[in-house]
């Protein structure tokens, strides 16, 4: 940040925006009507009525020093995920992550120390300060060669400004994974950012899409209806979307690609080719992936769920400045309840399944909802210990069998310079 703007607000009047489907983008602007930036130190993205929590986790975290050695844990079976009762605490829950972890990647040989409040900060991004775990992504299994290929075209051409941000794998029928988002996940400036240069896309923090696919598995996840255009629903109604908010989405390449529209009437719904259904607005937004909808069973349960882990309710957020009163962005839906880490941080929101008899069904394609969290002392306390590799599988499901992930922020920082340098490398 240059020492002479220590201050700089931009006013966007977004208001009469339309949604445009093919035709040039704008560019992209830190905000929701309005831009505010001032110091480093009193940076905020959201207003300061807005609420955050603190959460607990456990001092875990890799030993490898070397990027280049750095591993994960093989992803775990179903059966090895634990569910959790509506009347765990948020300690206890946390403890049967913790245990999970401890146990899978054998680190009761490691003599981690008890479970602790994390109050550091994650990383150095000013809009973080007030939390130490945020909501960074998802991750989605892919079984397909063919839907893993087109899922990556679907996203970084059906939606303007979303790109690969990392690879790595896929030699010798190893697994092999894509990072997509709109701007670097780093916890941290960018050295290449500066203040009035430089767009918010090179900004950090940005949440990411993970594409996981495995080519020795061997049942599809999700098949797509025969013919020339794909009209089949998501194989499971957990998820009821993910929500972005985009200067301009594209139509024909989402169905070129493989996507299922359902409807585009102010906003586009469409399932992607892999199964994952995506809802997008026409819009501003800080980080365009705004947050994920799930439907729910019980939404009080799956909010006390949530509170335990952290996530309290927050103002939802919008992508046209207008707040869901127009014709392009729906208003928030009603007895909907929105939850985030931070109100600077990618969050979720829980529906009530339409039909509360019948159960809500998993959508196997979603891996994981993947939470990064600041573990007390950093990477060099869980090295000292002699502690083996992370593991940041999936460990426990919320009330509708979504299955949550917990990635401590050294590990995020590592695999995405050592990701990144192999995608550098490859291409």
Not at 1 to 20: D, E, H, N, Y
Request: aromatic residues 8%.
């Amino acid at each position: 940040m240059m020492a002479s703007f220590s201050r700089l607000i931009v006013i966007l009047f977004v208001t009469c925006l339309t949604p445009q489907h093919d035709v040039s983008s704008f560019s992209t602007i830190r905000s929701n009507g309005v831009l505010k930036l001032p110091s480093t130190q009193q940076h905020q993205r959201s207003s300061s009525s807005s609420h955050s929590s603190k959460v607990l986790f456990s001092a875990q975290s890799s030993n490898n020093s070397d990027d280049d050695q750095y591993e994960q844990e093989e992803y775990p079976k179903k059966n090895q995920i634990i569910t959790t009762s509506n009347n765990n605490t948020r300690r206890s829950v946390l403890q049967q992550v913790i245990t999970s972890a401890i146990l899978s990647s054998s680190l009761l040989l490691g003599g981690i120390g008890p479970t602790m409040i994390a109050n550091a900060a994650m990383g150095t991004l000013p809009e973080f300060q007030d939390t130490n775990a945020i909501f960074q992504g998802i991750t989605i299994d892919v079984t397909d060669k063919a839907q893993y290929e087109e899922t990556i075209q679907f996203f970084t051409n059906g939606f303007d400004g979303m790109k690969v941000l990392r690879e790595r794998g896929g030699g010798d029928g190893a697994v092999r994974d894509t990072w997509l988002g709109f701007g670097p996940e780093t916890l941290s400036i960018p050295p290449s950012f500066e203040l009035p240069v430089s767009s918010f896309a090179q900004y950090g923090g940005h949440a990411s899409i993970h594409l996981r696919y495995d080519p020795k598995a061997t049942s599809l996840l999700y098949k797509r209806s025969s013919g020339e255009y794909n009209n089949e629903p998501a194989p499971g109604d957990s998820i009821a979307y993910l929500q972005l908010g985009v200067p301009q989405y594209r139509i024909s390449q989402m169905v070129k690609y493989g996507g299922n529209v359902i409807d585009a009437y102010g906003w586009v719904n469409v399932v992607s080719p892999s199964g994952l259904p995506v809802r997008s607005i026409v819009g501003i937004r800080p980080d365009p992936i705004m947050f994920l909808a799930i439907n729910c069973a019980d939404v009080k349960q799956s909010e006390e769920f949530y509170n335990k882990l952290g996530f309290v309710q927050q103002e939802f957020p919008y992508a046209r400045p207008n707040s869901g009163q127009g014709q392009f962005e729906p208003p928030q839906p009603k007895k909907s309840v929105y939850l985030a880490p931070s109100p600077n941080s990618m969050g979720v929101l829980l529906l009530q399944n339409k039909n509360k008899k019948k159960a809500v069904v998993p959508n196997p394609v979603l891996r994981s909802m993947n939470i990064v969290y600041n573990a007390p002392g950093g990477d060099d306390d869980a090295r000292s210990s002699g502690a083996p590799t992370v593991n940041v599988n999936p460990t426990i499901m919320d009330p509708s069998s979504i299955p949550v992930a917990f990635v401590p922020q050294e590990y995020l920082e590592k695999e995405i310079k050592f990701t990144a340098k192999a995608s550098s490398e490859s291409s």
